[in-house]
């Protein structure tokens, strides 16, 4: 997985698109990024009968005070990633949708059935 920077996110974005004019498709996700790259075992204690139950997870003391936003989009085996910060998620978002508006001509329109059309 490659880590870009915004711009060079979305550029790489749209030629992702280009390639998947014909055929394919781009799986787009984003999720809350805290910074860390690991992930934080979760404790186990011992419930009745002595099985070992999981304990809901709550905030660690070191939780960030600002969270980020982390996007992913693949293509095949290509992947590509960016984490956009809380300051620039508006002017991140305002792009990101001028490069999802720009690549929907591509979509493919639903064929009705015939009796859907009628029980219309």
Known sequence: MVLLENEAFLSELTRLF???????????TMK???GRT????????EGKGGKKGKTPMTLS??????YMCLFRAKHNSQ???TV??????????LAYCNVL?????????????KATAKAT
């Open 38 to 45: 690991k992930p934080i075992p979760k404790k186990k204690k």
């Open 18 to 28: 280009q390639r998947t004019r014909n055929k394919g498709s781009v799986t787009i």
């Open 61 to 66: 003391p070191e939780s960030p005070a600002e």
């Open 79 to 81: 992947k590509i990633s």
């Open 84 to 93: 956009v910060h809380a300051k620039d998620v508006n002017k991140f978002q």
């Open 101 to 113: 508006k720009g690549n929907m001509d591509a979509l493919k329109k639903l064929k009705k059935s």
């Open 32 to 34: 809350r990024y805290d």
